[in-house]
């Protein structure tokens, strides 16, 4: 089984920055796909960065602000957000693709006063 802990979160004003982490433990490789997903209250979970062995991916919101990256010796994953915006307030869910199980984190809630 695969268990994927975050950690994080926080409050934080409006520009200011925070970066979150992913720990991920089980049966994992390099190879698998890693990313984070955010969720706003009443709203879609929506992708917001991903990485896999090769290449990134960015939602258009948060290019230029929100970088992600992976240690595989660590089995872990982060995002680090800079420039922050109140709209970047949500639950951030770390997310793992597994042949064709999805795993997830439990989340961390991340909020951008303005």
């Known amino acids: 089984q695969v268990q994927l802990v975050e950690s994080g979160g926080g409050l934080v004003q409006a520009g200011g920055s925070l970066r979150l982490s992913c720990a991920a433990s089980?049966?994992?490789?390099?190879?698998?796909?890693m990313g984070w997903y955010r969720q706003e209250p009443g709203k879609q979970r929506e992708l917001v960065a991903y990485?896999?062995?090769?290449?990134?991916y960015y939602t258009d919101s948060v290019k230029g602000r929100f970088t992600i990256s992976r240690d595989n010796a660590k089995n872990a994953v982060y995002l680090q957000m800079n420039s922050l915006k109140p709209e970047d307030s949500a639950v951030y869910y770390c997310h793992l693709l597994r042949g064709f199980n999805n795993y997830w984190g439990q989340g961390t809630q991340v909020t951008v006063s303005s």
């Open positions: 089980g049966s994992i490789s390099s190879s698998n796909a």
């Open positions: 990485i896999t062995s090769g290449s990134t």
